[in-house]
């Protein structure tokens, strides 16, 4: 619609009336009738009084002719050209605050034979900033957003002044000219033991300020009473640092050297700086495609991260070790070969927490990339604060087994292992019945329970072998003092297991360096959904209790942690630290409670539950653990 120079007038002289917004569309053909931003009063509060607001007669909309029908035309394409800039601009500032936002610097002169490499980002790269803002506000000092950078550079000061005892300040000594990343490589391992004090190690910082680094670093060395020699290396400095006389043993044969190189302070022995000079920043460890592959298998912003060329690292130990190799405690074969190329890791602030991604290859030995979803989670008692599992446990163990009956060294052990257990009707009666199974902690006020919860494939199977047992138990009773019975529970048996004085005879036996409970009770029992092995009968009732009532799967905070994790995996753990922490307060002496209460839980108190899980793949296995974090 269009307005008139008196429409203007009036509205705009009438101070307790907000103006109406120009329409969009002639705005962006610039249409007759639109008022120019500098004609355009500040909108009032729009919490003014409605009835102060005059009201204006909207006209009837008419046929419009044909010069009405091609302006209509200008107004929509110039409509169609704003909204997709607009568009654009969203997307692309999107793109900004939540893609990768690439390598940082230091990784681009770390050397590219390094086996091992680290990296810290304090210049929180993309949305690290404020997803660590959020995420700090669960700890004191951190509760305004806004103030991150300003209380994050504090804390900086006061952690690195009490390191230094006061030698060092963040912002009068660093953060002048440091650039907030940070890295450190190892690599390659010398070649003779005899030569271990040439090991390869390198610590590369971010400079943003070149003068003020190089400043900083012969301030340092002068203040430790070092002295110092340089030397010119493809046109860089390199300054070599020697230790004062009196220097603590093993440190007056450590020679190290620094040098500026481009954007980054190389720190580290003299092959290693000069190995950093000779990347040029071109040649470096993100150019090596193994580590190419590792990195991108982590992709996205983050604030830490770690690499290990793990078959590097192995042959480089073995060529180390030399002929002292022979004499050196290592894996059978059928294992040797168990470990994966590499592994890779990061970390980074997300959704209110700490969140952890590791990477490597599948190892086709370990079994077939299989997961599923939780079964213990809906049989475990709400009370669980800690739970370790794993799917088709039997199919697992049995793959470990049949890999060691290919090994020359264990294959006769395999062979014995298998006899003496036909007395319970072998291995398979053992294994064959296992799926899912874990080890559960429960906490429920002051008491601690706790024990084995599978859920089986075959529950007959899993009677019988039970039954043997108890069997075994019942006729080596006696005077051993042990004493099995039987208890009523839902619709459930219990089986009791009385183990007598044996933490009594364990803690004699050991000098009393094992202290068990005098009266010391085992229980199970066997189910369709699981079989339970508890300590005492607690655990093993809770469990019973949690299959038709409350159980962990319906708590609030396991069942959000487990959807951010992933629901499928192959094996799982979960730590509620809160109910931990709260039950070890209570043992907390009370001479030392008010400097507990004062100096650390108020930081203890950030952090909510962990949770972590791995799921095998075709080709790339993926770990995730995160640590929640309280309110954020």
């Known amino acids: 619609m269009t307005m008139t120079d008196q429409d203007h007038t009036q509205r705009f002289e009438t101070p307790s009336a907000p103006p109406q917004p120009p329409d969009p569309v002639e705005a962006a053909s610039g249409a007759p009738g639109t008022p120019s931003p500098a004609d355009t009063p500040p909108t009032p509060s729009a919490f003014a009084d409605p009835e102060a607001v005059p009201t204006t007669p909207v006209a ?65 790269p993309g949305s690290q900033q404020a997803q660590l803002a959020k995420l700090m506000t669960a700890f004191p000092g951190f509760d305004d957003q806004a103030a991150f950078p300003t209380k994050l550079n504090e804390a900086l000061d006061q952690i690195l002044g009490k390191a230094t005892n006061g030698t060092q300040s963040w912002a009068t000594d660093i953060d002048p000219w440091f650039g907030r990343q940070v ?42 009473g070092a002295t110092t020699t340089t030397e010119s290396y493809n046109g860089v400095t390199i300054t070599s640092v020697t230790p004062k006389d009196g220097a603590p043993a093993g440190m007056a044969d450590v020679h190290t050297a620094y040098a500026v190189i ?26 090596v495609a193994q580590f190419k592959t590792a990195e991108a298998s982590v992709s996205g912003d983050r604030l830490g991260f770690g690499y290990v060329d793990a078959k590097g690292l192995s042959a480089a130990a073995k060529d180390l070790a030399g002929g002292a190799a022979s004499a050196m405690p290592s894996l059978p074969a059928a294992f040797s070969d168990l470990a994966p190329a590499w592994t890779v890791g990061a970390i980074r ?69 298998e006899s003496s257990l036909r007395i319970v009707g072998g291995w398979d009666a053992i294994t064959g019945w296992m799926g899912e ?38 006729l080596a009773g006696g005077t051993s003092g042990l004493k099995v019975t039987d208890e009523a529970y839902a ?29 010391l009770q085992i229980s199970y029992t066997v189910t369709d959904q699981a079989v339970v092995i508890g300590y005492g009968t607690g655990f093993t009732k809770a469990v019973l209790d949690a299959r038709t009532g409350d159980s962990l799967a319906k708590s609030d905070r396991f069942a959000a942690a487990l959807k951010q994790a992933g629901s499928r995996h192959a094996s799982l753990f979960w730590v509620d630290v809160a109910g ?28 909510d539950s962990i949770i972590g899980s791995y799921v095998p793949g075709e080709e790339l296995d993926r770990g995730t653990v995160i640590i929640h974090v309280t309110g954020s």
Do not use: C
Request: charged share 20%; proline share 6%; no cysteine.
């Open 60 to 124: 009837p909309v008419t046929a419009a002719g044909p010069a009405r029908g091609s302006r209509s035309r200008v107004r929509w394409l110039a409509a169609l050209v704003v909204t997709v800039v607009v568009v654009g601009l969203a997307a692309g500032a999107t793109l900004l605050l939540t893609s990768d936002s690439g390598d940082p610097a230091v990784l681009a002169y770390a050397p590219k034979d390094s086996l091992v490499y680290s990296e810290l980002r304090l210049d929180l």
């Open 349 to 417: 602030a997300q959704d209110g927490g700490f969140v952890i991604d590791t990477r490597n290859p599948h190892v086709a030995k370990l079994g077939p990339a299989t997961t599923a979803e939780t079964t213990l989670a809906s049989i475990l008692p709400p009370t669980t604060v800690a739970l370790a599992e794993g799917h088709d446990v039997g199919a697992a163990l049995t793959r470990i087994k049949d890999l060691a009956a290919t090994d020359p060294e264990l294959a006769k052990s395999v062979k014995d292992l």
């Open 437 to 474: 199974a874990g080890i559960a902690v429960t906490r429920d006020g002051d008491t601690i329970g706790g024990g084995i919860v599978v859920v089986p494939t075959d529950r007959a199977a899993a009677e019988r072998l039970l039954t043997q047992l108890r069997g075994f138990i019942e």
């Open 262 to 287: 481009g954007p980054v302070l190389a720190l580290g022995d003299v092959a290693s700086v000069k190995a950093a000079i000779d990347t040029k920043g071109t040649a470096g460890l993100n150019t």
């Open 491 to 519: 619709d459930a048996t219990i089986t009791v297991v009385d183990l007598g004085n044996l933490g009594d005879l364990a803690g004699a036996a050991t000098g009393g360096a094992v202290e068990a409970p005098a009266n």
């Open 580 to 607: 931990i922490r709260s039950h070890i307060e209570g043992m907390i002496p009370a001479a030392d409670k008010a400097d507990y209460e004062a100096n650390a839980k108020p930081y203890l108190d950030a952090f």
């Open 183 to 224: 890295s450190v490589s190892v690599g390659p391992f010398p070649a003779t033991a005899a030569a271990a004090a040439s090991a390869h190690g390198l610590v590369l910082l971010s400079v943003k300020d070149a003068p003020k680094a190089e400043g900083w670093a012969a301030a340092l060395v002068t203040r430790e």
